[in-house]
């Protein structure tokens, strides 16, 4: 979808002739364009609705662990928090517009997320993916525990409002997926433009040597801050998008660890660093699933039941991790890109000349 | 509370705490010996230990006697630490910490699901032939199974550490520990040792899960186990095998009376979190941990 951030402009893979623009301006055309004229109901609600909030929260926690290097296994904490304050944002102030209601739910898990990031002022490394584990819990036994957040709903279960915009219904899947599509495309060109920004180059700094961004001057501590308060927001939204859009019903359980553990793998597999990334990881995560149990149920019969299909998908998803880690530790991406030079490697070759 | 305060009571929770606090300290200590000699944060520990208590349940079931299915469930760790070492560790070899968090992440995706797509999902019930049966000190009621456990923990603990201290391998753990490259350079063989690791890491998995198991019944569950463990290596240091023994009665006991005197007021359940929550503030105050070197961990 967007470009990758870290790229220089000599790069093989793009040769002088494909401006920097033209990949995600082609993406948005195809995704708004074509798409809804060829995806069935059942394209738009299994694997593209799904995709796109997966593919946001990816972006989201990229910013804080791929570019700040920031190791969070949080992440569906703030999911959770993006999704209930939301919701209550919506039932409690009268006539609030969706959108703004969306976006104090993003503020919301903005402020939680800095909460939580607070230990990442005195705390590196595995002390600090530990802490962020803390936010995992204590969000989710909160959310269960008080029913004020749920409005009072015995096991904690919301329902999302109907999705409308200054009076146009988003409410078929086609029209779902549009709203989706459209939240993660400007949130995903906001977060491209700020890794562009000194902020985004102080990230970086701070991710590959902590001692030498400070002396430097980068602002160590503000920064750090800074890419918690970012990645949360983003994440929120994303589980906004989860909530409201995808599922329509949540429950506090549905952002557990393994959810946490989801999204990170979702930047591993696609790789970090890199807005591409997130969302080659997300498809691949969102395919995956879908591909075993076809392939699963072809090869096996009937003794591949879905208790057995649920074993399977976790011991393959494990693998393709330590896969991905042994054999391409620079995810999807660099698959991608050098994918892309081959094709494109005589244009190339005659720019390098 | 109207007549004052149930003192009794109070050292019962504690006591109970206290003796649930050795057995996260002894899932602790498996994460402590890796880290301290690969620099690994191994979070497959828990799977580990799923599929070791899960192994020995399935063959006890399955009418073999008790020290055999022990002896097989060993080799089968020790086994699989090897495994480990060969296919994941090492392909790894110089990659950041960070990398090898991730890939043992995944390595307890594949064993938890191994583990249960071999031997099944339901729940086993494991006996160990202690009974769990309260017991009574001076007025206090402690459990013969927690004392039990807590004397076969505290026996691990003395043994690993006669093992570091006196033995040559242990002594090459340590230099290990201390400064690879010099390990290296006076001919130690890296390979060797983290294999040997590994395994030991095996062996203290099969004891813990045998102990939870017996706890908590054999489950998929047991997995969460690595979860309690967390905290008491971010208290004690993830370098520091003291650190981990008082970071687990620490936590142990904290957990256990927060639980009782706490819960009640925010309407219970909070053992989730209030072992992270403690573990954080104290490292507020104190970023190192209780034992752990100065330098906290550059990523």
């Given at each position: 979808?967007a470009?990758n ?28 364009g074509?798409?809804p ?16 909030a997966?593919s ?33 944002f ?10 703004a209601?969306?976006?104090l739910g993003?503020?919301a ?8 990031g ?16 803390a ?5 989710q036994w ?6 004020w957040f749920?409005?009072d709903?015995?096991?904690g279960?919301?329902?999302a ?5 200054a ?10 997926y ?28 701070v ?8 002396v430097?001057g980068?602002p ?17 939204v ?11 019903t ?6 557990n ?5 989801q999204?990170?793998?979702?930047i591993?597999?696609g790789?970090?660093?890199t807005?591409?990334?997130a ?18 149920s072809?090869?096996?019969g009937?003794?591949?039941d ?8 976790r ?8 896969g ?28 390098g000349? | ?22 057995m ?48 097989i ?5 020790v ?11 090492r392909?790894?070899v110089?990659?950041?910490p ?6 043992t992440?995944?390595?307890s995706?594949?064993i ?29 009621l ?8 807590a ?11 006669a ?8 002594l ?56 309690k ?20 009665l620490?936590?142990?006991?904290l ?8 819960g ?19 490292l507020l ?8 070197q100065?330098?906290?961990?550059r990523?």
């Amino acid at each position: 979808m967007a470009t990758n951030t870290v790229q220089r402009s000599g790069h093989p893979g793009h040769p002088a002739r494909w401006p920097l623009w033209a990949t995600p301006v082609l993406v948005l055309a195809l995704a708004y364009g074509l798409v809804p004229l060829v995806a069935s109901d059942y394209v738009f609600d299994a694997l593209l609705i799904p995709f796109l909030a997966l593919s946001l929260a990816a972006v989201g926690l990229n910013l804080l662990t791929g570019y700040a290097g920031q190791l969070s296994l949080g992440s569906a904490a703030f999911m959770a928090v993006g999704v209930y304050a939301a919701y209550n944002f919506q039932l409690r102030v009268q006539g609030l517009p969706l959108l703004a209601a969306i976006a104090l739910g993003g503020v919301a898990a903005t402020l939680v997320g800095v909460v939580f990031g607070l230990p990442s002022l005195r705390l590196r490394g595995f002390y600090l993916a530990v802490s962020t584990l803390a936010a995992q819990f204590f969000v989710q036994w909160a959310l269960t525990k008080f029913g004020w957040f749920s409005n009072d709903n015995p096991s904690g279960v919301i329902d999302a409002p109907p999705l409308a915009v200054a009076g146009v219904a988003f409410d078929t899947p086609a029209g779902r997926y549009l709203f989706a599509l459209s939240v993660v495309a400007v949130l995903t060109a906001l977060v491209w433009r700020v890794t562009r920004t000194p902020t985004g180059h102080h990230f970086i700094a701070v991710r590959d040597n902590e001692l030498a961004a400070r002396v430097i001057g980068v602002p160590v501590l503000r920064t750090k801050l800074l890419a918690f308060a970012l990645s949360s927001f983003v994440i929120g939204v994303a589980g906004v998008l989860w909530g409201f859009v995808y599922l329509r019903t949540v429950e506090p359980a549905g952002f557990n660890l393994d959810r946490s553990f989801q999204i990170l793998f979702i930047i591993i597999i696609g790789g970090l660093a890199t807005l591409r990334g997130a969302f080659l990881g997300a498809a691949l995560i969102v395919l995956f699933p879908l591909l075993l149990s076809r392939l699963g149920s072809l090869l096996l019969g009937q003794w591949f039941d879905s208790g057995v299909l649920e074993l399977c998908q976790r011991i393959a998803l494990g693998a393709l991790i330590v896969g991905f880690l042994i054999a391409e530790p620079r995810g999807l991406a660099a698959l991608w890109e050098r994918l892309v030079a081959r094709c494109c490697r005589r244009p190339a070759a005659a720019h390098g000349a | 509370m109207a007549q004052g305060f149930d003192f009794a009571f109070l050292a019962e929770v504690l006591i109970g705490g206290l003796l649930s606090g050795v057995m996260y300290s002894l899932v602790a200590i498996g994460f402590v010996l890796i880290y301290k000699t690969s620099g690994v944060l191994n979070f497959a520990q828990g799977a580990q230990l799923l599929f070791a208590a899960l192994t020995f349940v399935s063959l006890v079931e399955r009418g073999l006697p008790f020290a055999l299915a022990l002896g097989i469930t060993f080799a089968l760790m020790v086994a699989l630490g090897l495994a480990i070492e060969r296919t994941v560790l090492r392909p790894l070899v110089n990659q950041p910490p960070i990398t090898l968090f991730m890939a043992t992440l995944g390595l307890s995706y594949v064993i938890e699901g191994v583990a249960q797509l071999v031997w099944g999902t339901q729940v086993h019930s494991l006996e160990l032939g202690v009974a769990d049966e309260p017991i009574e000190f001076a007025g206090v009621l402690v459990s013969t199974f927690d004392l039990f456990a807590a004397g076969v923990a505290a026996l691990m603990v003395i043994a690993l550490s006669a093992f570091f201290r006196y033995t040559r391998v242990g002594l090459a753990f340590r230099a290990v520990a201390d400064d690879t490259f010099a390990a290296l350079a006076v001919g130690l063989r890296l390979p060797v040792i983290w294999a040997t690791v590994w395994s030991a890491a095996g062996v203290i998995a099969l004891v813990a899960g045998l102990l939870w198991g017996a706890r908590l019944g054999v489950q998929f569950s047991l997995s969460l186990v690595v979860l309690k463990a967390l905290p008491v290596l971010v208290l004690g240091g993830f370098d520091s095998i003291l650190g981990a023994i008082v970071g687990g009665l620490l936590i142990g006991a904290l957990e256990k009376l927060a639980e009782v005197y706490l819960g009640p007021y925010v309407g219970g359940g909070i053992e989730s979190w209030f072992a992270y929550a403690a573990a954080l503030l104290f490292l507020l105050v104190r970023p190192g941990g209780l034992f752990g070197q100065r330098l906290v961990e550059r990523a």
